[in-house]
């Protein structure tokens, strides 16, 4: 026997509460787009000490060397923050998916629903702290140099013009 089909108000109340989720999924649209701007900023920087690793000998070199070190861990932390993210939206689709399919079908979805929905939140936590973890790498290896901090053009001149 077929069910019977919800009427427009079940439905209404399904959207309802499928809102929140799906506010959720803007925010988790919004920090994707922080982590792959992110990440396009790091290989950008890559690509270029790459050929400052090529080209560079010394000390130079071993600094360039350790940038890209630097450089290739954060790809890999900021490439777990965005794979948590995803997981995270796919188990919110899946909530809206059991919020509707349980109203249509008169299904009693409610456990499965709060699993998933927790499971969501877990992975987004997941994606944050490894965020966080990529934030503080980038912000340890992001100093100037002291022979930049202190250099003095006039002392350089004076020292070539004798």
Same mark, same amino acid.
């Given at each position: ?6 009427? /427009? ?67 890999? /932390? /900021? ?16 909530? /809206? ?66």
């Amino acid at each position: 026997m077929i069910p019977a089909l919800p009427q /427009v108000s079940q439905v209404a109340q399904t959207i309802q509460l499928a809102l929140a989720p799906v506010f959720l999924l803007a925010g988790i649209g919004a920090f994707l787009n922080v982590c792959v701007s992110r990440l396009a900023r790091i290989i950008d920087r890559a690509r270029a000490v790459e050929d400052l690793v090529l080209t560079t000998r010394g000390k130079e070199h071993d600094r360039m060397v350790a940038e890209i070190r630097v450089l290739d861990r954060r790809m890999s /932390v /900021v490439n777990a923050s965005i794979f948590l993210s995803v997981a995270s939206a796919c188990a919110v689709c899946l909530v /809206v998916i059991l919020l509707f399919a349980g109203n249509l079908f008169g299904a009693h979805l409610g456990t499965p629903v709060a699993i998933l929905f927790s499971l969501a939140m877990l992975l987004q936590a997941g994606a944050f702290a490894t965020f966080i973890q990529e934030i503080r790498l980038a912000s340890r290896t992001i100093h100037i140099r002291n022979e930049v901090l202190y250099h003095k053009a006039e002392a350089e001149e004076e020292e070539a013009a004798a």
